[in-house]
Nanobody, 126 residues
Framework: VLLQAFGGGLVQTGSFLRLSCAAS????????MGWFRQAPGKEREFVGV????????YYADSVKGRFTISRDNAETTVYLQMNSLKPADTAAYYC????????????????????WGQGTQVTVSS
């Protein structure tokens, strides 16, 4: 699965952005879709995930209440709506796909995912 993430940019504190992640030539049926971010000098960290079967979403505490993950009805694109952005949100954002295997564990680590998109940079100025 070839994933492409886009929509990043430079915004001011308190602003919003919507990132998109599209699968090239394929639907996302059967994949849990996660978003991660990585700031310079830091580990890549979990932001949130939308589960394929239920559509339920889960978020890191640092973004809960501000970020929302959704997907389109055609199951080809996943979105990350980011509101009330803070300078601490500055990072390269990555989308990732985990092939559903029936695991009961929530996919929150880098190792859980099978496919990754390229990063899209989000910079929040103070």
């Amino acid at each position: 699965v070839l994933l492409q993430a886009f929509g990043g940019g430079l915004v001011q504190t308190g602003s919003f952005l919507r990132l998109s992640c599209a699968a090239s030539g394929k639907t996302l049926l059967g994949y849990n879709m996660g978003w991660f971010r990585q700031a310079p000098g830091k580990e890549r960290e979990f932001v949130g995930v939308i589960m394929w079967s239920s559509g339920r979403t889960y978020y890191a505490d640092s973004v809960k209440g501000r970020f929302t993950i959704s997907r389109d009805n055609a199951e080809t694109t996943v979105y990350l709506q980011m509101n009330s952005l803070k300078p601490a949100d500055t990072a390269a954002y990555y989308c990732a796909a985990e092939r559903v295997r029936g695991s009961l564990l929530l996919p929150t680590t880098v190792a859980d995912y099978d496919y990754w998109g390229q990063g899209t940079q989000v910079t929040v100025s103070s």
